[in-house]
Structures are given as C-alpha cells and as structure tokens.
C-alpha cells in the first residue's frame, strides 16, 4: 500500500488550515499509509491527538454527506470518529471544489490481522452494522453508491485497454458478463450503507470493537451490500469461506 499523500503539506501549512478548526497548535505531524486515494496526515497538537484528511478529487456535497451521517451516528452513541468543528464551515473546509479537508478525533485500538480474526469480532461487526443500519433510518439525505452498475462497466473498459494475460481477459469477460446482467431485487431493505467495512476500517482494543473509520464511501443502498462486503473480509481465510465467521456476522 502506497503512501496516502497525495497533497503534500508543510508545517506552515498544516498550521494555517489547522486555524479553521477547533483543534489547537500544531507540535507534530506525519503523512500515514493508510487508505489509498486520500490524503491522511496524523496530528499531536496543543489540544490532543488527530487524523487530518483530504478527501481527493470529491466535491463539497460528498464531503457534507460523510458529516451529515458520523454527526448523527455519534448522537446515536455509535463508536465512529467524532469529527472537529470548524466554525461556519461546520466540519468540512474546502480547499478547493475537488478536495475536502476534515479533521477528526484519533481513535483508540487497532486493526486486527486476518488470522486473529474470531467470531467474537464478527458479531461485533455484525452488531454494529445493524446498529447503523437501524439508526440511519431517520436520515433522508441520500447519495448514489460511487460503484454502482455503469461505474464497474467503466472500470472494467478501463481493464481491457490494458495489455492483460489471456487468463485476466477471460477473468475480465466473466465478469463484465456477470454485471451486464444483474438486476438487484426489488423487494430488500434499502438504507443508508458503509459499503467499505473491511478490516483495516475497524478498531478492536483489548478484544472489543471501539471504532469504524473511513466513511467516505457510505451510500444509499441495499443493506445486504454492507452484509456481503463485510463477509467477502471478515468470514475468508485462505480464500476459503469460514461459514461460522459467516454465521456469527449475520447472526
């Protein structure tokens, strides 16, 4: 995983955009590998420990979607990043219309490794899920799923413009097949969904989910898409289903 720095900062300018929040004096900072589309700096300050984040190539409106949804997730008691304030601007300063600048509590715990992974954490993760799912019910923002059907039919136009192996070609044709005719049923639940829990999104501390980070990709849509995302990470091993991490998830 690259670093997540797409938009270098000095301390100058870490500084500067640190006036519009809530958040102290700057004593350190550090770019982070995490994520992968994104610009992430982690903070000490006067005032505690952050996460500083640019959100890349997003306008406003997405920015204000995110905050909308961890505002009222943190109302709810959900263990999600509380974000800074940063005065009229509410929690989001736009540095220009592509990129969001947002600065957010650091969370405790850390992400756990694949082979640690027991039932106890899914149905943490399972719990949270439902937790989020039901509170979001009250929301009535709504945002379109980034990778809905004709943004996969793109990315994959993309993957065929590339020199690939035979085998990839072939992987690259099944599934161009494969989402050319699906139709999502019509009768499931719909909501506002995470649509990125994998792994490296949540934090455990001493067993016990503390935190779920990395909202940027929430949207409305089937609830059963954040099920199914979650176990495609949570519920595999060796590339081998493991049907009680499976279970003790949806469970």
Same mark, same amino acid.
């Given at each position: %995983? ?50 500083? !984040?640019?959100?890349?190539? !997003?306008?406003?409106?997405?920015? !204000?979607f995110e905050e909308e949804l961890l505002v009222h997730l943190h109302k709810h008691k959900l263990a ?17 219309? !592509?990129?969001? %600048? ?10 756990? &490794? ?17 937790? %989020? ?27 065929? &413009?590339?020199? /690939?192996?035979?085998a990839l070609k072939h992987d690259v044709g099944e599934l161009r097949a494969e989402v050319g005719d699906?139709?999502?049923? @019509? ?5 506002? $969904? ?13 067993? @016990?989910?503390?935190?779920? $980070? ?12 954040? $099920? ?6 949570? &519920? ?8 009680? /991490? ?6």
């Open positions: %995983m690259g670093m997540a720095v797409y938009t270098h900062l000095s301390d100058t300018d870490l500084r500067q955009y640190l006036q519009y929040f809530s958040a102290g004096e700057l004593i350190e900072a550090k770019g982070i590998s995490a994520g992968t589309i994104n610009t992430i700096y982690e903070l000490q300050t006067t005032r505690g420990h952050y996460i500083l !984040r640019i959100l890349e190539g !997003r306008t406003r409106s997405d920015a !204000r999600v990043p509380m974000m800074v304030d940063a005065g009229n601007r509410g929690h989001v300063v736009s540095i220009n219309p !592509r990129q969001q %600048m947002s600065i957010f509590e650091f969370l405790p715990g850390r992400e756990v &490794a694949v082979f640690e992974i027991s039932e106890s954490h899914v149905q943490q993760v399972g719990g949270f899920l439902a937790q %989020m799912h039901i509170a979001c019910r009250e929301l009535t923002r709504r945002r379109k799923n980034r990778f809905g059907r004709e943004r996969l039919l793109e990315l994959l136009d993309i993957c065929d &413009a590339e020199e /690939l192996t035979e699906y139709s999502p049923p @019509k009768n499931l639940p719909r909501g506002i $969904i995470h649509g990125d829990l994998f792994t490296d999104n949540v934090r455990f501390s001493h067993g @016990k989910l503390c935190g779920v $980070i990395d909202f940027e990709m929430a949207s409305s849509g089937l609830l059963i898409y954040d $099920i199914a995302v979650a176990i495609c990470d949570w &519920a595999f091993s060796q590339n081998t289903l493991q049907p009680s /991490l499976a279970g003790a998830l949806v469970e």
